[in-house]
């Protein structure tokens, strides 16, 4: 019989399968909760220890546990398949999730040494892995240290593994952990998973976790023959897929996560579907493919985040998830036009489909592509729909009109069809009943502006103060306007948890355009300042830092930045950086002299009306 334990590898799998693989402590974690599922465990506990100067995570579960011999030929064997050594389920009919043997080096992805301890037939054994002495062992095998052998004991069988010296500086968020988790598994409904905190406060991690903070509207049952019966395995696809009332705030969410064995082998995807439907913001649920986990070759990721799809069955899975997908956003979209129309009828007293129903084929059809964008859009509530759908009726008899319709039916992106006739609408009113007074009003300001460049007004507060007042002075197509906000207020807005890890500025404005699709950052200058690289260079970053942590996550599909002061440098290398920037169309540099003439410019008709009333 053995006295010693051994651990056989090759160096370069402790650090590509361990260390560089698993660096993420959720994905450590669901490898821990996979093997005490494996294990039969009905309850298994997680707890969160912040010691003195150190953080240790201990992972207990009640399974069956392991003797000395299983430890040794079982759990020290890296690469085992415990299929192929096993039986086909475990004694309470569990199909492991368990495949490669791998992980067991999960752990040293975030930690630097393991304690082991497992009771079987009422014995203990203890021993602990440590990572450097397992990196610097030779002949290619490490023999951990023992600290317990067949140790007669009370305790119930079960295996805890304590994680030590864990590499992590931020304190532990056991909220973000409960939902992180949550995403990972299907089967928290058949045991129970606990987390706590330094031994107290428990908290259950359950499946509905994972859709926290969502209001679901619309729920699509499998298997289903709605898709078609034409894929193979569309009778052994379970699950559901729900779509929200709002856009999911969680962008990890946003999309169909595949799980197999209870456990996910794909995350959240539209499996190539184009990124930019409005609908992906909708739509979430969870396919269980277990039939995946049967097929001869082995199609799943280590780390379980992707399926292999260069084989013929997995794109033939690929081709039928992507007809869901799209079969799901065509219903969603009629699902969600009658629920507003229904809305609108009651709450309005305006029938769209009686009106409808007695246009010719032809403008029935132009109709609906002007009308269902306002009634899919869901930040248009249905008094808002009603107001903007009334407009167009009012206007459907007039030709030009019409003329004028089909031309916004074309619009590339029919979230900015609604935006657009609003616009329109206020546009009209505003000629109709207060150009004198706009143009009036307008003109003055310009006038104004003249006078304090003339002056050469050198304080900064007196152009940035006026420039807030007056903002359409730097774009008429500006709508939206926030004045001198930071760094950390905009990264909380989106994402109320993270740490900002770049240097916490200041941008004096940010600006978004009509249709809200390109958020602008206008930096002020003095009147005098001449910008320089230094200037442009700094205008280059903030439109970095917008476009990779905020932008994206709040709809805009780009972000341009403007530097206003005196005059250009005439620096070489700020002129040749100037023409780059401005090429990409990421960073334009406009002096006080320019804006006033780009402004008469944008205002000629006002000016026009303003002179030939004062004539």
């Keep these: 019989m053995n006295t010693t334990l051994e651990l056989k590898f090759d160096p370069n799998t402790i650090e590509h399968l361990g260390v560089s693989l698993y660096s993420q402590l959720p994905s450590v974690l669901s490898e821990l909760i996979s093997n005490s599922w494996d294990a039969d465990a009905t309850t298994v506990k997680v707890d969160f220890l912040t010691l003195e ?11 069956h546990g ?34 490669k043997g791998l992980g ?14 497992s009771v079987k037939f009422g014995k203990a054994n203890q021993f602990i892995l440590d990572l450097e002495k397992i990196k610097s062992s030779t002949h290619n095998s490490y023999h951990p240290t023992i600290i317990e052998k067949d140790i007669e004991t009370t305790d119930p069988d079960g295996t805890q593994i304590t994680l030590k010296d864990v590499r992590r500086k931020s304190s532990f968020n056991i909220e973000e952990m409960i939902i992180s988790i949550s995403k990972k598994f299907t089967v928290l409904d058949q045991f129970k998973l606990i987390f706590l905190e330094n031994g107290s406060n428990p908290k259950q991690v359950l499946n509905e976790d994972k859709f926290k903070g969502m209001k ?36 990890e969410m946003r999309g169909i996560y595949l799980a197999s064995r209870g456990k996910i082998v794909n995350s959240a995807s539209f499996f190539g579907l184009r990124d930019n439907d409005q609908f992906h913001n909708y739509i979430t ?13 082995d199609l799943i990721s280590t780390d379980r985040h992707s399926l292999n799809w260069e084989y013929d069955v997995t794109k033939e899975l690929q081709v039928y998830l992507k007809k869901v997908i799209r079969d799901i956003g065509s219903e969603w979209r009629k699902k969600r036009q009658k629920l507003k129309l229904d809305q609108i009828k009651l709450e309005k007293n305006l029938d769209i489909e009686k009106w409808q129903s007695s246009l010719p084929k032809y403008e029935k059809e132009l109709s609906s592509q002007i009308i269902n964008p306002i009634l899919e859009d869901n930040n248009i509530s249905s008094e808002g729909a009603s107001s903007i759908i009334g407009g167009v009726i009012d206007k459907f008899n007039n030709e030009t009109f019409k003329r004028y319709a089909s031309d916004i039916a074309n619009i590339s992106r029919d979230e900015d069809i609604p935006k657009l006739l609003d616009l329109m609408n206020q546009w009209k009113s505003i000629e109709t009943k207060q150009f004198k007074d ?20 050198k304080e900064v507060p007196t152009l940035h ?4 007042k007056f903002s359409w002075l730097l774009d008429p197509r500006i709508l939206e306007f926030r004045d001198e906000v930071t760094y950390s207020s905009l990264l909380k807005e989106t994402f109320p948890n993270s740490e900002l890890e770049e240097k916490n500025r200041r941008i004096d404005f940010l600006c978004s355009n009509a249709l809200g699709e390109i958020l602008y950052v206008i930096e002020i200058k003095k009147s005098k300042y001449k910008v320089d690289h230094k200037a442009l260079e700094q205008a280059y970053e903030y439109g970095s830092f917008l476009t990779n942590k905020y932008a994206s996550s709040t709809g805009f599909s780009k972000v341009v930045c403007f530097v206003v002061g005196g005059e250009k440098s005439d620096d070489y290398n700020f002129k040749s950086k ?38």
């Design 53 to 63: 100067n150190r953080k240790e995570i201990s992972i207990r579960d009640d399974g």
């Design 66 to 99: 392991m003797t000395f011999e299983e430890l040794n030929k079982n759990y020290l064997v890296i690469g085992r398949n415990r299929r192929l050594s096993g039986t086909p389920t475990t004694p309470k009919g569990r199909k492991p999730i368990g495949k």
């Design 104 to 117: 067991k080096l999960s752990v040293f992805g975030i930690c630097n040494s393991v304690v082991v301890r």
């Design 216 to 251: 679901s509207q619309f729920t699509w049952e499998f298997p289903s023959k709605e898709f078609g019966e034409d894929y193979s395995y569309f009778n052994s696809i379970t699950g559901k897929i729900i779509t929200s009332e709002t856009p999911i705030k969680d962008t």
């Design 285 to 297: 649920g969870y396919l269980h493919i277990d039939f995946i986990d049967d097929l001869d070759k």
């Design 438 to 457: 706009l143009a009036c009003s307008r003109v003055e300001v310009i006038k104004q502006f003249e006078e304090h460049i003339k002056n050469d007004t």
């Design 465 to 468: 103060n006026f420039l807030k």
């Design 578 to 615: 100037e023409r780059t920037y401005m090429n990409s169309g990421e960073v334009f540099v406009k002096t006080y002299r320019e804006l006033l003439e780009q402004s008469k410019e944008y205002h000629k008709e006002f000016i026009d009306a303003y002179d030939m009333f004062n004539k």
